[in-house]
């Protein structure tokens, strides 16, 4: 057997073959580590083969969640190709700015979106596009069918770039950061040193695939030490409650932002769901209002807190198990292979406390993003990559993320941090969830505005909220006005999508 080097899969199709690799929970398909790898291959020669992919060469996806789509990552790999994942909740103009930026030579879609791509295929360039059905006949199982053999391997180095993800573009146009080989084999090694993740460990992948969450916690630390995989198409509150809380189904670790668990947690089967069996939840990507975190810790989930960004392969901090309760809050500490450090708007260090700007460098920061020298000029100076979150750091090197710079506000000359607002406000029972934003005030300058959702039945009102707001927060930090929402607008992550807020 010739066995690519650095190529996970093929590596566990030796060593372990009919070891389970994963399973696509809405097909109800399974695989084991040889069955995976034999797709994988069948599906870069036909990219090598039938499309003339060559090494550095883009292969798109628009897809939902399947197991699909991690052969197709490990196939761009063989194939030496980069892997560009499209998040599918895009618009056709959004979708083509990102075709025409990458200039895929393939593109591979669930036939669900085939509207799409109709459109998109008169306004890009789309040599080869290949349509896939969850395992049913379609373009890409043809292509596997057809059993070609891959000629010559390229087998690109670790600094080679292996996935090209666009960042969501709420800061302007979407820009895609290159993630290299480096950088997901050492986010492999500090989640598998963080979260005990072995062999006989089972993820669950819910968060999209499209976005580093769906793809590195925990797929493919799970890959890389031969564990299995569990994929969900979507994620859906129920479904991943049932799953979770139930020892069965052999989850072991999964990762969720805040949105998915405070999901969860208002279901009604919630109070039922045990969850002594899960080894690992990672939370992140977002503010954790404190309560969402002590209510599941009541029920014995010690949530280990991670902060990390699609720039740096996910994990630049992460909470152990063992101190979740002490530092409940913290986003825990650096993970082994990273520098941080905090610094004040000139770019010095500010003493150990202090909130400042994050900074990062190591082997998972990313290179630089595509076609983008302005962005990288501005975001990484000698490797270290600017993160624009607001953190700080205590006297045991324990993070935590105050909020992103861009939504802090100021507000009679005093920084307010949204997420602290939230905080407060969501300790108020009846709530449901939040969101503060600052908007333009001719006194203060800016003032705080809540979004809020409601429980089914509260009877809360505005006033309620500020009174509860005067006693647990300084007065610069009391929302001036206070709007109820049927729901808040997330984006396909599960989180909080604040621009979409209005302002007026
Ligand atoms: P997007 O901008 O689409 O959310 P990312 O997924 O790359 O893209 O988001 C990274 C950002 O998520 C970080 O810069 C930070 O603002 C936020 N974030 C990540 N982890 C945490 C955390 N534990 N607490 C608060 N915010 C976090």
Redesign the pocket.
Known sequence: MDVPHYDWIAHHAMVTPGAPAQEDLHSKRRFTYLEMHRRIDAWAAWLQQEAGVRPGDRVATLCHNSTDANEMMFAAQRAGAIHLPLNWRLAVPELEFILNDATPTVLVYSEEFAPQVAELRGRCVLPHVVSKRDGEDSGYERAIAAGLTLAAPPRPGLDDVWVLMY??G?TGRPKG?QITYRAQLFNAIHATMTTELTRRSRGLTYLPQF???GICLYAMPCFHIGASVAVMRQFDPQWCLDLIGTPASGITHLFGVPTNFLFMSQLPSFAEARFEHLVSVG??????ALSLLKLYADKGVLFQ???????TCTIGTLLSKERALDKIGS?GQQVLHADLKIVDPSGVEVPTGQVGELLIKGPTVTPGYWNRPEANATSLADGWLR???AAYVDDEGFYY?V??WKDMFISGGENVYP?EVEDAIFRMPGIAEVAVIGVADEKWGEVGRAFVVLKAGSGIDADDILEHCARHLARFKIPKSIRFLPELPH?A?G?VTKHALPRE
């Open positions: 960042t969501s709420t950061a976005h580093v969450g939370i992140g990507g977002a503010a954790s807190q991670g902060w990390g960004m699609t720039e986003s993160t624009g979150d993320i909020d992103r997420a984006n992550t989180k």
